[in-house]
């Protein structure tokens, strides 16, 4: 997996790379506008051809310092380029400052308030280069009519989209300076990809993102700990072969139902753990609700198990390495069933109304909880359970960095005690010690129609099934989460519940899983 980084972290990075006497300021700089020149010339051929138009915006810090080196090396390319900038001249950081009177040997700035007419005449690229990752306030009055002419444009980004928290994904953007789309072609991003690139909104205000090498090599330093940083999902978290010599090898899952007329979310959870490779799988059902359920499934067994008495009764085969509840199951029969299984000390995963049942006094749910759970809550679920925490990250940032569902989830997760995965087209998986993981559907990534009922229990029934196979909690959220997209993306549009599992096994196999 990948990494990425909040600005705190990339400026550690760069001031560690600088102090070591390895590379200048300047150095950076330089090496920051050329990589996203080469981006553009990679991504469009063409327009390395022959000379175009282009219009560069330029802010008043660093990130308007490395639109000056766009600006120049389009210049020496033959191009025709405007540039404006945002502020003075004479009141840029030094390194910026210096790009700016480079420029000015070639060409002049002209005032900000004229940009949007130079914008509207159609260049064929806009370069954005106003604010980067150091922006922490919402901005809005003079800059909102240049910002909103984005919006019809073929815009590169330099770093983060203008006005994108780059910690949090949030538009700090004022909702009157805001249009439909601000959204440019391609984000160039330097060394690593920010946190903001893949959460909320930071995630949707790029067609494609790219990654600029600017020659800081792996970036690690002792100002930034390994365990701060938070890890991109872009793959299975560990080797997904199987082995063993018969079905007990690879686990059993067992997965509880609702009432009848209310199975369907848990079926879908045990297809979902029987195609990614548990070794059985087992429905514990209601006695009203077995008819239904035998009439629907094969490959899945089926018990029954009226109350928390015969649940523990169930689990008292130690065969049975992991427990799913919640989906379809009831608030009623979550209430007496989730404590018999968390009793049982095995892997679990809740989901829905297991985690909803406890929206009254969730601290009776996290006295329960061990290390080997997996919560699973979608927006309005994680919101009952931390209603704090949820009211944070709904706040509007308007000075320094915003709290963010990176936060939001770590946070969570301590206070559960457990692994959470925190739903949504931009998944955050964090454990108790702090580790953290993004899996974000977007980008080449992007599964919009993952958005149908039931999809989420197939999630649920995903890790359950890979906790059975012996997967640690935070690597069956994180591979269970890109399993579940992967399988949405293979598939397509018309999408249904029921259509992921049967993706899997064409995604093991493009995985080369034996």
């Given at each position: 997996?990948?990494?990425?980084?909040?600005?705190?972290?990339?400026?550690?990075?760069?001031?560690?790379?600088?102090?070591?006497?390895?590379?200048?300021?300047?150095?950076?700089?330089?090496?920051?506008?050329?990589?996203?020149?080469?981006?553009?010339?990679?991504?469009?051929?063409?327009?390395?051809?022959?000379?175009?138009?282009?219009?560069?915006?330029?802010?008043?810090?660093?990130?308007?310092?490395?639109?000056?080196?766009?600006?120049?090396?389009?210049?020496?390319?033959?191009?025709?380029?405007?540039?404006?900038?945002?502020?003075?001249?004479?009141?840029?950081?030094?390194?910026?400052?210096?790009?700016?009177?480079?420029?000015?040997?070639?060409?002049?700035?002209?005032?900000?308030?004229?940009?949007?007419?130079?914008?509207?005449?159609?260049?064929?690229?806009?370069?954005?280069?106003?604010?980067?990752?150091?922006?922490?306030?919402?901005?809005?009055?003079?800059i909102q009519n240049v910002?909103?002419?984005?919006?019809?444009?073929?815009?590169?980004?330099?770093?983060?989209?203008?006005?994108?928290?780059?910690?949090?994904?949030?538009?700090?953007?004022?909702?009157?300076?805001?249009?439909?789309?601000?959204?440019p072609a391609m984000s160039?991003?330097?060394?690593?990809?920010?946190?903001?690139?893949?959460?909320?909104?930071?995630?949707?205000?790029?067609?494609?993102?790219?990654?600029?090498?600017?020659?800081?090599?792996?970036?690690?330093?002792?100002?930034?700990?390994?365990?701060?940083?938070?890890?991109?999902?872009?793959?299975?978290?560990?080797?997904?072969?199987?082995?063993?010599?018969?079905?007990?090898?690879?686990?059993?899952?067992?997965?509880?139902?609702?009432?009848?007329?209310?199975?369907?979310?848990?079926?879908?959870?045990?297809?979902?753990?029987?195609?990614?490779?548990?070794?059985?799988?087992?429905?514990?059902?209601?006695?009203?609700?077995?008819?239904?359920?035998?009439?629907?499934?094969?490959?899945?067994?089926?018990?029954?198990?009226?109350?928390?008495?015969?649940?523990?009764?169930?689990?008292?085969?130690?065969?049975?390495?992991a427990v799913c509840l919640?989906?379809?199951?009831?608030?009623?029969?979550?209430?007496?069933?989730?404590?018999?299984?968390?009793?049982?000390?095995?892997?679990?995963?809740?989901?829905?109304?297991?985690?909803?049942?406890?929206?009254?006094?969730?601290?009776?749910?996290?006295?329960?909880?061990?290390?080997?759970?997996?919560?699973?809550?979608?927006?309005?679920?994680?919101?009952?359970?931390?209603?704090?925490?949820?009211?944070?990250?709904?706040?509007?940032?308007?000075?320094?960095?915003?709290?963010?569902?990176?936060?939001?989830?770590?946070?969570?997760?301590?206070?559960?005690?457990?692994?959470?995965?925190?739903?949504?087209?931009?998944?955050?998986?964090?454990?108790?010690?702090?580790?953290?993981?993004?899996?974000?559907?977007?980008?080449?990534?992007?599964?919009?129609?993952?958005?149908?009922?039931?999809?989420?229990?197939?999630?649920?029934?995903?890790?359950?099934?890979?906790?059975?196979?012996?997967?640690?909690?935070?690597?069956?959220?994180?591979?269970?989460?890109?399993?579940?997209?992967?399988?949405?993306?293979?598939?397509?549009?018309?999408?249904?519940?029921?259509?992921?599992?049967?993706?899997?096994?064409?995604?093991?196999?493009?995985?080369?899983?034996?």
């Amino acid at each position: 997996m990948s990494e990425l980084l909040t600005a705190a972290q990339m400026r550690a990075i760069e001031m560690a790379a600088i102090e070591s006497g390895e590379v200048t300021g300047l150095e950076l700089m330089e090496r920051a506008g050329r990589g996203v020149v080469e981006a553009i010339f990679e991504e469009w051929p063409e327009l390395a051809q022959t000379s175009h138009r282009a219009v560069v915006l330029c802010g008043p810090g660093n990130n308007g310092g490395d639109g000056f080196v766009v600006a120049r090396l389009l210049k020496e390319w033959g191009w025709e380029v405007e540039v404006f900038l945002y502020g003075d001249g004479e009141k840029l950081p030094p390194d910026a400052k210096v790009n700016y009177e480079q420029w000015c040997e070639l060409g002049s700035c002209g005032r900000w308030e004229d940009a949007s007419d130079s914008i509207e005449h159609f260049p064929d690229l806009v370069i954005d280069a106003v604010f980067g990752t150091g922006l922490t306030r919402q901005i809005g009055g003079e800059i909102q009519n240049v910002l909103a002419a984005f919006s019809q444009q073929f815009v590169v980004s330099i770093d983060l989209p203008s006005g994108t928290d780059s910690d949090s994904g949030q538009l700090l953007i004022a909702p009157d300076a805001r249009s439909d789309r601000l959204a440019p072609a391609m984000s160039v991003v330097f060394h690593r990809e920010k946190i903001g690139c893949r959460l909320g909104d930071g995630s949707r205000q790029a067609d494609k993102v790219v990654v600029a090498d600017i020659g800081l090599g792996d970036g690690r330093c002792p100002a930034v700990p390994p365990g701060d940083i938070v890890k991109l999902v872009d793959g299975p978290s560990v080797l997904l072969a199987k082995g063993g010599l018969h079905k007990f090898s690879h686990g059993h899952a067992f997965i509880l139902t609702g009432s009848a007329g209310r199975t369907g979310a848990a079926r879908l959870a045990a297809r979902g753990a029987l195609r990614v490779g548990a070794g059985l799988v087992t429905l514990g059902v209601p006695g009203e609700a077995m008819v239904e359920v035998a009439a629907q499934i094969t490959g899945e067994m089926m018990r029954e198990v009226v109350d928390g008495a015969a649940l523990r009764e169930r689990l008292q085969d130690q065969r049975i390495n992991a427990v799913c509840l919640g989906p379809g199951l009831g608030l009623r029969q979550a209430e007496e069933l989730v404590p018999v299984a968390l009793e049982a000390g095995r892997a679990t995963v809740l989901d829905a109304d297991a985690l909803t049942a406890f929206a009254e006094d969730p601290q009776v749910l996290f006295d329960m909880l061990h290390g080997a759970c997996v919560l699973t809550p979608h927006g309005g679920e994680f919101a009952r359970l931390f209603p704090d925490i949820a009211e944070k990250l709904a706040a509007p940032a308007v000075t320094g960095p915003a709290f963010s569902k990176v936060d939001a989830t770590r946070e969570a997760a301590k206070r559960a005690g457990c692994v959470v995965l925190y739903k949504g087209a931009d998944t955050v998986i964090a454990a108790p010690d702090g580790r953290c993981a993004v899996h974000a559907a977007a980008y080449e990534r992007a599964a919009p129609w993952l958005a149908t009922a039931g999809a989420g229990d197939v999630l649920a029934g995903i890790i359950t099934g890979l906790l059975a196979r012996g997967f640690p909690p935070m690597q069956a959220a994180e591979t269970g989460a890109w399993l579940h997209v992967e399988a949405a993306r293979v598939f397509g549009p018309g999408l249904i519940a029921e259509d992921l599992p049967e993706m899997l096994p064409k995604v093991l196999r493009d995985l080369g899983v034996a």
